[in-house]
């Protein structure tokens, strides 16, 4: 079975951890490249690591980004010399994001680079970033000051109240080559419990991507939220500031037009009844990932879907 799955920070990284367990070369991850940016010289996909090193069973799963046992020597040097170095980047994640602008700089595309660091870390699934043109996520805080979602989510740990975010550069870009094809391929589309404000929102933001959900038979979305609550990050905050229930219902609401099966938790049973109001179908079970066993369940739980179909 081809599955293609929609995905970004911890969250999709933990279920396409599972996924890729079940389905190995056959998962295609296709991630959100909107939170990229550009520091201490070298350009930086976070979404895009985060999915590959726990792809490559190499993340710092306590902290959830990073390398497992990597040490910081460059940042601590940096603040010696002065630097306001509030991103961190452990020493062989640096290495990956200075590969990563060295090949780009060559004339390389984001695609191309992406799946060489896949290959080379012994990653089985494919690995696409969303695009290969720059799309740049923006909040604009309550006391009117514009953020680059990385000084917001990073230096500001999303403290700040949000009455605005939206995607620079998205209605030009185009879907990374190769990414319209594995959709159509797919005989399942997961959307994963990722954030669906500011890491599935920036992927479904590209026309061409949105389109190939509807058409598709079969596109299944997994809530990030539990019991009114985001699981990891800010997904429920970011949610109720900008007017949208923070709930598995209020989730369902946003992707109803390209769903065809909603998964909600067991906790949140209660729900499923107004999401089947939606006109899609509900899947309750235990979605939180607290291992990468409790992964390969929810993961089967998903790929069963379409097997009945």
Known sequence: MDVAALAGGVGGAKLLVGLQRELGSNLTAIVNTAD???????????DVDIVTYWLAGLADTSRGWGLRDDRFTVMD?????GTDAWFNLGDRDLATCIYRTQ????GADLTTVVDEIRERLGVRARVMPMSNDEVRTFVRTDDGRVLGFQEYFVKERHAPDVSEVWFEGIGDAKPGPGLLDAIGAAELVVLCPSNPVVSIAPILGLREVREALVAHPRVVAVSPIVQRVALKGPADRLLRLLGVEASATGVARS????????VLDELDRDEAREIEKLGMQTLVVDTIMSDHDASARLAKALLSLAEKS
């Not at 040097?77 to 010399?81: N, S, T, V």
């Open 36 to 46: 990229d940016a550009v520091f201490y010289g070298v350009h930086v996909s976070p």
């Open 77 to 81: 040097a940096l603040r010696e010399l």
């Open 103 to 106: 090949r780009l700089r060559e």
């Open 255 to 262: 992707y109803e037009d390209l769903c065809d099966v909603f």
